[in-house]
């Protein structure tokens, strides 16, 4: 069974990272410094990574255990690390960045709860 909000959630951030990622590549490229653009980069690739891996988890779902919070901490990841450094380099104040480390805690987090998944027994 696909977990369908899940998979759509998964084929926008996907779709959204692209788009930073050709916006960064032509836009930001003449405007920002080489840091924020490294750091542009860095969002660009953690969104996409993990848009996958919440697809994949969204195809799956009916078969791995604690998909949907692993799913829940990978998008919540998404928004809040690739978010807090998009916002950044956009401009916005440097308190922000407080949130990228929490976003990165969630990445964490539902890569344990994944493997955590695995190592118990399959879902009735």
């Known amino acids: 069974m696909i977990d369908r909000p899940f998979a759509a959630l998964a084929a926008i951030f996907a779709a959204i990272g692209v788009v930073a990622g050709a916006f960064g590549a032509h836009a930001l490229r003449a405007q ?4 924020s653009l490294q750091a542009w980069h860095t969002a660009v690739e953690y969104q ?5 891996a919440l697809l994949v ?9 604690f998909a949907s919070l692993t799913s ?28 990228t480390p929490v976003g ?10 994944l493997a955590w998944g695995f190592l118990r027994r399959a879902p009735p």
């Open 104 to 113: 990165g805690l969630a990445f964490i987090a539902g890569w344990c709860t």
């Open 57 to 65: 988890i969204a195809t799956r779902a009916n078969a791995l255990r």
């Open 32 to 35: 920002v410094d080489p840091a």
């Open 48 to 52: 996409l990574l993990h848009a996958l």
């Open 72 to 99: 829940w901490l990978f998008a919540t990841g998404i928004a809040l690390f690739s978010g807090s450094l998009y916002a950044i380099v956009l401009g916005a104040p440097h308190l922000l960045g407080a949130m």
